[in-house]
């Protein structure tokens, strides 16, 4: 299934991904207020022995002090992954030019996806591996705020206000045939709190 147009779809940076991020980031991409309820929102959706994947991510998780059964990573900058200390494994992957994972069927029972969604082109056949490599009643967290490398987001995430940016997520699940169960929008004084939590099905 195509969700994107050919025009919605473009970067302003349309120069491979992995040449942007080969330099580490170690940083933070929201503020602590963000990362502190996206923690609450991941210790609500996750147990003790789940296995998570967190998919386009970088040094630090942001997940719950669990104990989980096994936690692998994912992202495009190889020395971030490398200093993940909730990572048990980990691994490289472009997912504009491949979208399939190397993640058995119904292998995880949770996928987060945190402050990255923006950077998709192809998210219709992400989010139906996300969908795939879930467990039956497993839960996709994807998390976002009004931060982003703008050159790196496709023309229809920065088009968007943060409702629209609320619904193209919510559409993004449900091409993954998820169900979205929650969706969360926050704003006070510092980042704005969005998320949206799919289930499997
Ligand atoms: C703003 S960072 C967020 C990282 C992390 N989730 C966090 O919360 O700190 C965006 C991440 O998206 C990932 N990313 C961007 N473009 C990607 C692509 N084409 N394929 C795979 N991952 C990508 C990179 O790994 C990058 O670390």
């Avoid at 992957?93 to 995880?108: C, H, I, K, M, R």
């Avoid at 967290?141 to 619904?167: C, L």
């Avoid at 559409?171 to 980042?191: F, P």
Wanted: charged fraction near 25%; glycine fraction near 4%.
């Amino acid at each position: 299934m195509t969700l994107l147009s050919e025009v919605e779809h473009q970067k302003v940076d349309q120069r491979d991904d992995d040449a942007f991020y080969d330099a580490p980031r170690f940083v933070t991409h929201a503020d602590d207020a963000f990362l502190d309820r996206l923690t609450a929102l991941y210790d609500e959706h996750t147990a003790p022995g789940d296995r998570v994947f967190d998919a386009m991510g970088s040094w630090v998780s942001h997940l719950p002090d669990t104990s989980f059964e096994r936690v692998i990573g994912h992202g495009l900058n190889e020395t971030e992954l490398a200093e993940n200390d909730r990572y048990d494994e980990w691994f490289c992957q472009n997912l504009n030019e491949t979208q399939e994972l190397p993640l058995a069927d119904d292998s995880v029972d949770v996928v987060c996806c945190a402050l990255s969604v923006q950077y998709l082109q192809f998210p219709a056949a992400v989010f139906e591996e996300f969908a795939r490599v879930l467990d039956e009643g497993g839960h996709l967290i994807v998390s976002f705020s009004n931060r982003m490398f703008p050159t790196k987001a496709v023309h229809a995430w920065r088009q968007a206000s943060m409702d629209e940016r609320s619904e193209l997520v919510a559409a993004y699940a449900r091409a993954g045939d998820l169900s979205v169960v929650d969706r969360i929008a926050e704003s006070g004084a510092g980042d704005p709190f969005f998320a949206v939590v799919a289930r499997a099905t």
